[in-house]
Nanobody
Framework: QVQLVEFGGGLVQPGGSLRLSCVASGRISSINTMGWYRQAPGKERELVAYIGRGDRTNYEDSVKGRFTISRDNAKNTVYLQMNSLKPEDTAVYYC?????????????WGQGTQVTVSS
């Protein structure tokens, strides 16, 4: 059983910063891509950012220049540094990972962490 657990959500004022963390645990042989998605009320889940095993990154257009994704492979952890937060960033943020257990490819999601940007 592989679990992803997110940390770091909360309430922040516009212009503020938050750092999300996500730790993957369980019988993982290797992790390929890790990423963050978000879902705002009444909207579909959307990709925020992802990072490949070789640290190749990709960002959703609205967060480019404000958010930075990074990973620590030794700790099976992915981070999302969010700066200059806007009210429209308010959403539940979900961690995602695709990985191998021996030669079998799997994927998993975290339970989500709420980020609220409001004055």
């Amino acid at each position: 059983q592989v679990q992803l657990v997110e940390f770091g959500g909360g309430l922040v004022q516009p212009g503020g910063s938050l750092r999300l963390s996500c730790v993957a645990s369980g019988r993982i042989s290797s992790i390929n891509t890790m990423g963050w998605y978000r879902q705002a009320p009444g909207k579909e889940r959307e990709l925020v950012a992802y990072i490949g095993r070789g640290d190749r990154t990709n960002y959703e257009d609205s967060v480019k220049g404000r958010f930075t994704i990074s990973r620590d492979n030794a700790k099976n952890t992915v981070y999302l540094q969010m700066n200059s937060l806007k009210p429209e960033d308010t959403a539940v943020y979900y961690c995602y990972a695709d990985f191998y257990i021996w030669t079998t490819s799997k994927e998993s999601w975290g339970q989500g962490t709420q980020v609220t940007v409001s004055s």
